[in-house]
């Protein structure tokens, strides 16, 4: 099957960076859409952003400016370049992949990585 690792989480202070990585690994025969999710407590999961394997991305409004998304096809990797990040940040962070595995599309959650902007 199909492995997701994520890392690069952690505790920063207000106007600092995270760089978030996702990694798959298994028998993957290709990767569509790579994205990442967040869920802050007592909040629904959204949408942080998405790239697809043509190279478009698409971010979430507040997102936008602050969260670069990027993918290594070779990798099978994504990662999340947070910048200028806000206590409202605060949440943890999911990477979210559609696969092929053989001649079928799966939809696969990394663990999660929690991400706390703090003074």
């Known amino acids: 099957q199909v492995q997701l690792v994520e890392s690069g989480g952690g505790l920063v202070q207000p106007g600092g960076s995270l760089r978030l990585s996702c990694a798959a690994s298994?028998?993957?025969?290709?990767?569509?859409?790579m994205g990442w999710y967040r869920q802050a407590p007592g909040k629904q999961r959204e949408l942080v952003a998405h790239?697809?394997?043509?190279?478009?991305?698409n971010y979430s409004d507040s997102m936008k400016g602050r969260f670069t998304i990027s993918r290594d096809n070779a990798k099978n990797t994504v990662y999340l370049q947070m910048n200028s990040l806000k206590p409202e940040d605060t949440a943890v962070y999911f990477c979210?992949?559609?696969?092929?595995?053989?001649?079928?599309?799966?939809?696969?959650w990394g663990q999660g990585t929690q991400v706390t902007v703090s003074s």
């Open positions: 979210n992949l559609l696969v092929q595995v053989s001649s079928k599309w799966y939809n696969y």
């Open positions: 790239a697809s394997s043509g190279g478009r991305t």
């Open positions: 298994g028998s993957i025969s290709s990767i569509n859409v």
